[in-house]
C-alpha cells in the first residue's frame, strides 16, 4: 500500500464522549472520558491475524481497539504473490476482514522516523496515532481534529470482495523481494570496529541485550548510528546531514535524548540484526525483516500479540512496563472460549451483560483477556447509548430567551456538522500551534468516521435494532470525542 500521510503535531488527549447520557454528574463523566477507543489497543502481527477466525476476531473486536500499521497491511496482500494457490483471493479476503472492524490505521513509521529526526517528537506512551487526520477551525473558533481513511477504508472493502488491481499486484510482488531479503548484521559489526569497540557473539538472550546497551551508551559509537539510520532507512546524504548538523547545534546529546523515536528504532535494528552473530542462539529467517519492522509501532500500543519465538524473546526489552507481550495461542484460546460463551447468551442477555459490564470482559481470573483488561483499563464503562440519546439538554451559559432544550442526539450532530464544515488549517497554522502549545493538542473535539457494516455493529451493540441501524448509514461507524472543559457546563433538564 502506498505510504500513509499525516501531519507531525500528534501529542493526543482527546475525551470521549457517547452519545446521550443521565444526570449532569454523569454527563460530566463522560465528558471526562480517558480518550481512548473502545477497549484496549492491541496490534496482532501476521502470525495472530492468520490464526484467527473471523468469530474470533469479533470476539477480538469487542473487547479491543486493533491498531493496524502498514506492515500488517502489506503481509496480507503480498499474498498475492502465491498465485499457484487457487484459493488465494478467498484467503486475503478473509484476513482483510480481521483488520477491518474495531481498528484503527496508524501512522506509517517513516514519518514518525523523519519527525523524531527533527526534533518534532511523538509521545511513545501508548496512545494511538491514526495514520491521516485533518485540523480544522469552526465557525465558532473551536479547533477540531477530522480522522478518517476513506480511501484506505474502500481499499480494505474491495480485498473483502476478492477485487484486486494491477498495481497492488506490483506492489506485492515488490514487497516480497524487499522483505524476504535476510538481515545483514556487517554494518553493524564494521561501524563497531570502526570506532574500536569490541562485539562477541552472545552466548545467551541476556549476553546479546546487555551487549547492545552497553554498545548505545558508548559515546564513541554515537556518531555512527547516524550513518546506520541512513544506511538501514534509506534516508537521503542531505537530510541525514541536517539532521547532523542539529545534533551538533544542540550539543551533541546522547541520542536517546536527541531523537528518543529514532533510537527506539535503533536499539530494535541493533538486538535483531547482531542476535544473528550466534545462529546457534537465534537462527536466520526469511520473516526477521517483517519482525523487525512490527517494532516500531510498539511505543504505541498497549499490547503486542504474536507467535513468533523470536519475538517473544527479544520484544520484552523494547516494551515498557505498562505493556503487555501476549502469546497469539493464549489470545486465541481465550477468544473462542469467549465467544462459545457469548454465542449461547439469548439476545436478552447479551444486551443485559453489556448493559452491566459495557466494553470489560466477563469477571474470570483465568482469562488472558480479563486479566489484560484488569492490567490496562480496569474500569467498567457501560453503554447508556439507548437510555439517554434522547435525554434534554440545556446550555446556561446563554442568555435566558436563548436557553432553548436540545437532545444529546441534537447536540452530537451539530457538533459533528461543524467539525465537518469547518476550515482547513494551513500546514504554516499548524506548525506555529505546535510552537505555541509545545507538542501538545490545542484541539477541543474529534471526529473519527470508520466503515463498519451493520452485521459488526448489531455484535457490538446487539441492543441496537433494524430501525436504529436505519437511521445511521450502514458504511460508517461514527465516534465523537469531546473536551469537558469546553463542554462540561451542559445540564439536564
Known sequence: MPRLDSRTDKSKCVHDVFPGDGPIECLKKE??????????????????????TNAEVDSLDRYFFQIVPSILVNEILADLTKQSDPNIATRIAAHTYRVSGNHGLTLDYHTRLANSLLGNEIPMDGRFFPSRELVVRTAGGSLATI????????????????????????????????????????????????????????????????????????????????????????????????????????????????APYAFFCLRANFLWHLSLTNPKLFKPDKNDRKDLE??????????????????????????????????GDELKKDLRRIKDEWSKLTKEQKIALNAQRGDAPPEDATSIIYQ???????????????????????????PKEQQVEFTFREFSEKKTKEIREGTRLSEKELQALNQIHKGKDPTTMRLFRRTVSKERLKGWHPELSDADLQNENSDIYTE?????????????C
Request: charged letters at 30%.
Open 31 to 52: 465528558l471526562g472520558h480517558d480518550g481512548r477507543m473502545r477497549g484496549q489497543r492491541i496490534i496482532l502481527d501476521k502470525s495472530v491475524v492468520y490464526g484467527l
Open 147 to 258: 480522522v478518517e481513511t476513506p480511501l484506505e477504508d474502500a481499499v480494505l472493502a474491495r480485498w473483502q470482495r476478492g477485487e484486486f488491481n494491477e498495481q497492488e499486484k506490483l506492489w506485492a510482488e515488490r514487497f516480497r523481494r524487499l522483505m524476504d531479503r535476510p538481515l545483514n548484521p556487517k554494518p553493524y559489526l564494521d561501524n563497531i570496529q570502526r570506532v574500536g569497540l569490541t562485539f562477541d557473539a552472545p552466548q545467551s538472550d541476556e549476553e546479546l541485550i546487555s551487549s547492545v546497551d552497553r554498545l548505545l551508551n558508548d559515546r564513541k559509537l554515537l556518531p555512527r548510528l547516524f550513518a546506520l539510520l541512513a544506511r538501514h532507512f534509506q534516508i537521503p546524504a542531505q537530510s541525514i546531514n541536517e539532521v547532523i548538523v542539529r545534533w551538533y547545534k544542540e550539543g551533541r546529546k546522547p541520542f536517546d535524548e536527541f
Open 294 to 327: 512490527y517494532c516500531y509501532y510498539l511505543p504505541n500500543t498497549q499490547i503486542f500479540a504474536t507467535k513468533d519465538e523470536k519475538s517473544k524473546r527479544l520484544l520484552p526489552t523494547l516494551l515498557r512496563s505498562d505493556q503487555s507481550l501476549v502469546d
Open 372 to 398: 489484560l483488561w484488569e492490567d490496562h483499563d480496569g474500569e467498567i464503562n457501560p453503554s447508556r447509548h439507548k437510555q439517554f440519546v434522547d435525554v434534554r439538554l440545556i446550555d446556561p451559559t446563554l
Open 480 to 492: 465523537l470525542y469531546l473536551d469537558p472543559q469546553e463542554y462540561g457546563h451542559l445540564i439536564v
